[in-house]
């Protein structure tokens, strides 16, 4: 069964490719860095925290470049814990924060910047920051997102609510929809029926017509009476 964490991970991986989609579709003008807001972490357990961005060109791993940083809640003070290499790609750095307990999770290849911590500790609960640079893109993406460690995760929220007025509302926009084409073909049709009556009453005129002109010429060809 998936946790709310990683289904959060999973829908904000899903819009980010959404909007990749939308972005390669209709052109874009600039990088964008998509993260939750925060995630929470029950302690001791490994977490993904996500990080994907949005750029106007496809990656060039020779100007590429990223880096992850972690700060404590009330400290400015922001220590980088993984970086970007050409030759190397994403490398862990010697950090006294997390050691060996980081790795990278992600897809270059797919502008997916994520990374994985594990056996998380209350001491990593603070602010993580993905900074990404992706030349000729001339601005600078940055994501933010603070980490909760708890001892136990929060309980699901009842979707019942939420998918039942999804439902009505989906269910009213079917409706009103499937109204308009109705009258808007009850229109149709009855402009069709508009246009036969006069095609008809125009051929009743002209038949009318011919057969007066008909019977003109019959009575003019009568003999005269002797």
């Given at each position: 069964m998936s946790s709310p964490a990683q289904e959060r991970s999973s829908g904000v991986q899903l819009v980010s490719a959404l909007l990749l989609l939308l972005l390669s579709l209709s052109g874009?003008?600039?990088m964008?860095?998509?993260m939750p807001n925060y995630i929470n972490v029950l302690n001791g357990t490994t977490v993904k925290i996500p990080c994907t961005f949005t750029s106007c060109y496809k990656m060039d791993a020779a100007r590429f470049a990223m880096n992850w940083t972690y700060?404590?809640?009330l400290?400015?003070?922001e220590e980088m814990f993984m970086t970007y290499y050409k030759k190397r790609g994403m490398v862990p750095l010697r950090s006294d924060q997390f050691g060996d307990r980081v790795m990278f999770a992600g897809n270059l290849d797919k502008n997916d910047?994520?990374?994985t911590l594990s056996d998380v500790q209350s001491d990593d609960e603070g602010i993580y920051n993905c900074y990404v640079r992706n030349p000729p893109d001339r601005i600078q993406g940055h994501g933010v997102i603070q980490l909760y460690v708890v001892t136990e995760l929060p309980p699901p929220r009842d979707s019942t609510i939420a998918v039942a007025i999804?439902?009505?509302v989906g269910g009213a926009l079917a409706l009103l929809i499937l109204s308009m084409v109705v009258v808007k073909?009850?229109?149709r049709h009855r402009k069709q029926e508009l246009i036969s009556e006069e095609k008809m009453e125009e051929e009743g005129k002209l038949e009318a017509e011919g057969v007066a002109e008909e019977g003109t010429k019959n009575v003019s060809s009568l003999p005269e009476d002797l």
């Open positions: 874009c003008s600039s964008d860095v998509l700060q404590e809640t400290n400015d003070t910047l994520s990374i999804g439902a009505s073909c009850l229109r």
